[in-house]
């Protein structure tokens, strides 16, 4: 009846804004001649692809711990994330329930979650059961193998493993609230002159890159 003559309300949204700055992570690497005179294996490019891995175990340690000051990332454990309390290093399978839920409960969708955790916690993962006197693990191992750095999965959740986690604790989250920002890449360069006199050189490599989180309550950090 009122179709054509009520107008809709209007609303402003309320909006926020994070500000990522970067954050530089350096290093030289001194190389003798002899070394780069070997040619099989390609040394140089082993070298290369060996402080590639070196940065990016960087940046995964900084993301999860990083302090925020200092020229330090701020990272998930620093980033006012709720908690839920478990004994050390043994989640039962209740209270892997109450991290998910703590996130759900924040409207974020189960489906696009993710867990992070330190290996060492793996023999109690597949061990401990949801369920007593079943063949019910809380951790689902890969049927095919490991597949960088994704052991299985918690519930249906894709579960990780880094040494770069805090032992004993685990992170539930959807890293879709979160977010990654570089400046330029990873850069490497050789500098032929680094010791010309003992003919060394060296590889000299640099990153600038910030990481935050967007949305506190889509994480959540299982610890004792």
Known sequence: ???????????????????????????????????LQ???????NYLRRLIGSTFASTLD?????????????KGLFNSSIGTTAISAGAPTFAKVMDSISA?????????????LMHPGTLTHMVTAVKYSGTASPLLDMVGDGESDGNVG???GIPTWRTTNMQANKFV???????????????EISV?????????????????G??????NASAFNIMTA
Do not use: C
């Open 1 to 35: 009846a009122t179709d054509g003559t009520t107008q809709s309300a209007e609303t402003t949204p309320t909006l926020g804004n994070v500000t990522l700055s970067p954050k530089y992570f350096a290093d030289v690497v001194p190389v003798s001649y002899k070394f």
């Open 103 to 115: 996130v759900s409960t924040a409207n974020v969708p189960t489906n696009n979650l993710n867990m």
């Open 209 to 214: 890159a910030d990481f935050k989180v967007i």
């Open 172 to 186: 539930t989250g959807d890293f879709s609230h979160s977010a990654w920002a570089f400046w330029g890449g990873l």
């Open 38 to 44: 070997q040619s099989s294996p390609d040394v140089e």
């Open 191 to 207: 500098n032929p002159y680094y010791d010309d006199r003992r003919f060394t050189q060296s590889f000299n490599a640099i990153l």
């Open 61 to 73: 340690n900084q993301m999860v711990g990083g302090s925020g000051s200092g020229g330090n990332i």
């Open 153 to 155: 999965s918690v519930q």
